[in-house]
């Protein structure tokens, strides 16, 4: 189950917030796993190279339907037009041959 959606944003005045509505965002979107006490759980990080606009969620399970419900859920959160994802290809963001056998 995921956790809601978390947003920050280091936009310190009203016209930083404004200009952000206006420009396109180059996003790095990235994975950890996380120890707690009742076991693992994964994180989801998207965050906006040039604002530090970012957007986090807990999961369960690291899988590509998980990923691409972050990415949804990115899209929606972030308030300005994203122009560019970069992940690093794993097997959660990446339909590369070495990766169709897996959910």
């Not at 707690?36 to 990080?45: H, I, M, N, Q």
């Not at 190279?49 to 999961?59: E, I, N």
């Not at 037009?81 to 990766?99: C, K, V």
Request: glycine fraction near 2%; charged fraction near 25%; charge should be positive.
């Amino acid at each position: 189950m995921a956790s809601p959606v978390c947003r920050t944003s280091k936009a310190t005045s009203q016209s930083d917030s404004a200009s952000s509505a206006t420009r396109s965002a180059f996003f790095h979107v990235d994975i950890a796993e996380v120890q707690t006490a009742e076991g693992k759980l994964y994180l989801f990080v998207g965050i906006d190279r040039t604002s530090k606009f970012a957007v986090t969620q807990l999961v369960d399970k690291a899988d590509r339907r998980t990923a691409w419900e972050f990415l949804e859920d990115l899209l929606k959160a972030v308030p300005y037009r994203i122009r560019t994802i970069l992940t690093d290809n794993g097997i959660q963001f990446a339909e590369q041959p070495r990766n169709r056998n897996t959910a």
